[in-house]
C-alpha cells in the first residue's frame, strides 16, 4: 500500500522550509503543502494557550487538503502543543528525531539543546532525551536573538557572534559534545556556533533530523508516495505574499515566489 496523499508541513513563518528542503533531499517523491504563519510570527515568545489556538487553526487548515501525515516543522510548536493535539492523523514534531539523534551521536553522554523561550521553557527536550537514555545529562539555554540575525542576514555578523559567544558560554562550562539546534532558524547559526564551540560539538539540525525521522515513519508504515501530483508543491502564508522571497530563497534554495499564496487563518 502506498500513499500519494499531501504531507502537510506547518511552522510560525518560513522557518519551516529548512525541514521542507531536507524533505525533498531525501524523499523527492513525497507531495507537500507548507503553510508558514507569517501573519502571526513569532511563535517563540507566546504563552502555550495561545499557541494550542494557533496550532489548531494552522492544521486545521492543512486539513483542508487531502494529507496522511502534518509535520510541525517548528521547535516551539513542537515542544509546547505536542500533547494538547488529539488528530485523527498522525503528527510528527522535530523533537523526537533531534533527541534520537543527539543520544546516538553523544559520547561523554552531556547534551546542550538551544530554542526559542517556550521550547526551553516546555523541557521536552530534556524528557524525551531522559525517556531515552537515562544517564544523558542535559543543559539547556534560550537564544531568542538568534532568529532576528538569521531573518536579517546577520547570522555571520561580529554581532552575532558577540551574542553567541554569551548564550553559549555555559555549554563550554558543561563540556557538552552534542548541541540540538532545537528551533528552525539556527541551523543557518552553525558558523557562529562553530566559531564559539570548536569544531569537536556536534550540531544536531532539528529539521534535517525530522526529515529522516519523517522517511522512516512512512516506509516503517507503508505510506511512501509513488506518485506526484500535479502540483507537488503548495506554498501558504498568512501575511501578504510579497517581500518573502529573500527569506524563502535563504531557507529553501530556491524562489517559490510564485507560488505562494495567501490565506486568512483566523478562519481556521
Ligand atoms: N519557528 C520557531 C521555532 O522553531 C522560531 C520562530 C518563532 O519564534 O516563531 O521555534
Do not use: W
Not at 488528530?87 to 546516538?104: L, Y
Not at 521536552?124 to 538568534?146: G, M
Not at 534554495?253 to 505562494?260: A, C, M, P, R
Amino acid at each position: 500500500m502506498m500513499n500519494n496523499k499531501y504531507i502537510g508541513v506547518f511552522d510560525s513563518g518560513l522557518g519551516g522550509l529548512t525541514f521542507v528542503k531536507e524533505l525533498m533531499k531525501v524523499l523527492p517523491d513525497e507531495n507537500i503543502v507548507y503553510f508558514g504563519d507569517t501573519g502571526r510570527v513569532p511563535y517563540g515568545t507566546r504563552s502555550t494557550e495561545t499557541l494550542i489556538k494557533y496550532a489548531k487553526g494552522d492544521i486545521n487548515f492543512l486539513k483542508t487538503f487531502d494529507i496522511k501525515l502534518i509535520v510541525i516543522a517548528c521547535g516551539t510548536v513542537s515542544s509546547v502543543v505536542m500533547e494538547h493535539l488529539n488528530e485523527d492523523i498522525p503528527v510528527i514534531g522535530v523533537v523526537e528525531g533531534a533527541s534520537k539523534k543527539a543520544c546516538e551521536m553523544t559520547k561523554n553522554k552531556k547534551v546542550g539543546i538551544i530554542g526559542t523561550s517556550a521550547t526551553i521553557k516546555s523541557n521536552k527536550y530534556e524528557q524525551t532525551i531522559k525517556n531515552i537514555d537515562s544517564d544523558i545529562k542535559t543543559t539547556s539555554f534560550a537564544c531568542p536573538l538568534f532568529v532576528p540575525f538569521v531573518e536579517n542576514g546577520m547570522a555571520d555578523s561580529e554581532a552575532a557572534y558577540l551574542v553567541a559567544k554569551e548564550y553559549l558560554d555555559i555549554f563550554k562550562k558543561e563540556g557538552i559534545d552534542t548541541l540540538i539546534l532545537g528551533c528552525t532558524h539556527y541551523p543557518h547559526m552553525t558558523n557562529t556556533i562553530k566559531k564559539v564551540l570548536g569544531d569537536n560539538v556536534t550540531l544536531i539540525d532539528s529539521g534535517a533530523s525530522c526529515a529522516d525521522y519523517v522517511k522512516d515513519y512512512l516506509i516503517k508504515n507503508d505510506m511512501l508516495a509513488i506518485k506526484k501530483q500535479d502540483e507537488q508543491y503548495k506554498y501558504f502564508v498568512s501575511d501578504s505574499t510579497s517581500d518573502f522571497s529573500k527569506i524563502a530563497n535563504l531557507f529553501l534554495g530556491k524562489n517559490i515566489d510564485s507560488l505562494v499564496k495567501k490565506i486568512d487563518i483566523e478562519k481556521y
